[in-house]
């Protein structure tokens, strides 16, 4: 069996987990295992790289400030956001 290079092969879908903290937006990619991503977005428990379009954000302020920026941002085209919960890694 031959391994996935970080660079090829086929693509997860993910999502990045978006919060406020301190008043300030982040968000965080995590693959659709749970697992959290790297800025490579390679996920090493699924050997896969992920996309990252869907924003789960934590609760209804995170997802208006995370609309808003869809609206507004042209670097938000394309994302979807919705609420939602952070799955949790796998074992």
């Known amino acids: 069996m031959s391994e996935i290079s970080k660079d090829a092969g086929p693509e997860e879908l993910g999502a990045y987990y978006a919060y ?3 008043g300030r937006l982040v968000m965080e990619p995590q693959c659709s295992c749970g ?3 790297d800025e490579s977005y390679f996920c090493d428990n699924c050997n896969k790289r992920c996309r990252c379009t869907d924003i789960l ?3 209804q302020a995170t997802l208006n400030i995370v609309e808003k920026y869809i609206r ?4 938000f085209i394309g994302f979807k956001a919705m ?3 952070r799955k949790s890694p796998p074992k």
């Open 72 to 75: 507004t941002s042209p670097k």
């Open 35 to 37: 697992n959290p991503l």
């Open 57 to 59: 954000c934590e609760d």
């Open 20 to 22: 406020l903290e301190d």
């Open 83 to 85: 609420l939602g919960k």
